[in-house]
Each structure stands twice: as structure tokens, then as C-alpha cells.
């Protein structure tokens, strides 16, 4: 056989590369991208306003044609992730989002806070604590980390308590100033747990502004007998009011041991906020409005 021969049979040599339709056979996406897409972009345009958005106007700004509108709009609303006003007023979106929404936002901050606070208990070699704040101004104790070998010291996870009478609870009420202070104060019943509760309106009212002034609250014996708590407050990377990072001990020796403490907890909420700046934001609290 002739070199001529063999180079009319062979064709051109291989560049690797595929033509377009060998990469639609291969990956078989070229058509879920743009569907994707499409859904994407309605989600997007709903949640800029959707009220008086009619699939006319949505697949104009879009630019795809109605047909294909109508199709994706089915499809987003029966799954949840939007929902048809009535009377034909346009859209909004659906429960499905506010779901997911949801999980991010309850299901994160614990896993983040989680690691400061665990750091915090080993450093220091006391219990550790992250506390939320309720809608009732209640303090919730969402997170409690030992160090190796040690024991939870009086507050348990899961605990509920009134704010005026735990740090964790204090830190977050004074966080948001006059304004959140008073609201408190007048809103709410100043129960006794121990003794030592400040159950008296304007000396509560000094402790907390005492707290907004120097970041940190503290609280002596105001909870349970022997437990002595101190608490900073963490906030998201837009400002708002995330928790209260804090740790219980039996006490502490003096002003120099105090201020020992306090540094480390300042430390440990600082990379809280730190590491909540791209966290979902909690919409932001009236406790912050002053």
C-alpha cells in the first residue's frame, strides 16, 4: 500500500477536543443548565416584589417565551418555591424557601459558635456556654462545652431562664442599649431565683447599663448558689444580635482574675462574629434599636 493511499484514509489527525454536539452526548447537560437557570431567575425577579408580576411581563423581563414561563412557574409552585397571590396579583415566594431559610439559619450558628466555645472551656478550664435570647426575652442556653474531664456546671443545654438573672441573658439585653434596657425593665416581672437576684427595677437598670458600658455582663450567685457567670455578646457580621458566649465558675479571686477572664471571653466573641460574617442574618432585633 502507497503512503498515498494511506494518508487519503485516514483523515485529519485528532485535536482533542469534542465538536459542541459530542459534548452535549457526553455530558448530557446542555439542556438541565438553561432550566435551571430560568428557575433561578424567577426566584430572583419574585423576591425583588412579585405583586402584580403576570407570566407575560416575567417572561418579557426574562426574555424567554411565555410557554417556557408558564412551564417553570408550575413547576416552582408546585414544589413550594413560590406561591400564586390571589386573584391574580402576582407571586411571591413560597414555603419551601422560608424552610430552607430557616434550617440554615437554626442549624449553623450553633455549629459555628460550637468550636469557640469548645476552645474557650479548654483554655480556661471551666464550663462554656452559647445562650439566644427567646421572643419573650427568655435566655436559652443553645450550646455547653467542658473542659476534658470535667463536668457541666449548672447550666445544662436546653436550659430556659429569665434574662435578668443569668450573664447570658444580661449581655444581650444591655447589647441593645437604653432602648432594650428599659423595655425590659418595664415589660417584665423581676423574679427571685437565689437570694442574690436583682429583683429591684433600678438597680437592675444600673447593673445593666453598667453591662452595656464595659461589653461584658456578669451575674454573682443570681442564678444558683455558687455559680458565678460572666458573658459578651456576639453578633453577626451586619451587626445584629447573634447570642451571648459565656462560662460559669465557683468564683474568682479578684479584679485581676476578673479582667483574666473577661479578655478571654472577649476573644472567643470576636471570632464568633468573625466567623458568623457570612452566616444568614436573623432579622434584625428591636433590642438594637437605640
Known amino acids: ?64 417565551s411565555r410557554s417556557t414561563c408558564y412551564q417553570v412557574l408550575g413547576i416552582l409552585i408546585d414544589e413550594g418555591y ?36 469548645r476552645d474557650l472551656a479548654q483554655h480556661l478550664g471551666c464550663s462554656a456556654y452559647f445562650g439566644l435570647l427567646t421572643e419573650d426575652d427568655d435566655v436559652v442556653v443553645a450550646d455547653v462545652r467542658v473542659p476534658p474531664g470535667g463536668a457541666p456546671m449548672g447550666l445544662p443545654t436546653g436550659l430556659r431562664a429569665p434574662a435578668h438573672a443569668l450573664a447570658l441573658g444580661k449581655a444581650q439585653i444591655a447589647a441593645g442599649g437604653v432602648t432594650s ?3 425590659y425593665i418595664e415589660e417584665h416581672r423581676l423574679d427571685g431565683l437565689t437570694r442574690r437576684t436583682i429583683t429591684d427595677r433600678v438597680v ?24 458565678f457567670c460572666l458573658a459578651v455578646p ?22 485581676a482574675e476578673e479582667e483574666r477572664l473577661v479578655d478571654a471571653v472577649y476573644d472567643a466573641a470576636r471570632r464568633a462574629t468573625a466567623l458568623l460574617r457570612w452566616h444568614p442574618e436573623r432579622q434584625p432585633s428591636r433590642r438594637l434599636s437605640a
Open 1 to 64: 500500500m502507497s503512503s498515498a493511499t494511506t494518508s487519503s484514509t485516514v483523515g485529519p489527525a485528532p485535536t482533542g477536543r469534542r465538536k459542541p454536539a459530542d459534548r452535549r452526548r457526553h455530558d448530557g447537560a446542555a439542556a438541565g443548565y438553561p432550566s435551571a437557570r430560568r428557575a433561578f431567575r424567577i426566584i430572583d425577579r419574585v423576591s425583588h416584589g412579585g405583586d402584580g408580576l403576570d407570566a407575560k411581563a416575567l417572561a418579557r423581563a426574562l426574555g424567554i
Open 234 to 255: 456576639v453578633r453577626s457580621g451586619g451587626g445584629a444580635l447573634a447570642g451571648a458566649i459565656g462560662l460559669a465558675t465557683g468564683g474568682w479571686s479578684g479584679p
Open 181 to 183: 434596657i428599659d423595655r
Open 204 to 227: 437592675l437598670e444600673a447593673d445593666l447599663k453598667r453591662a452595656h458600658a464595659r461589653g461584658y455582663a456578669t451575674d454573682m450567685e443570681e442564678f444558683a448558689k455558687g455559680l
Open 82 to 117: 413560590l406561591r400564586r397571590l390571589p386573584e391574580h396579583a402576582g407571586y411571591e415566594l413560597g414555603p419551601e424557601l422560608e424552610r430552607l431559610y430557616e434550617c440554615s439559619r437554626s442549624t449553623s450558628i450553633e455549629a459555628v459558635v460550637g468550636p469557640v466555645v
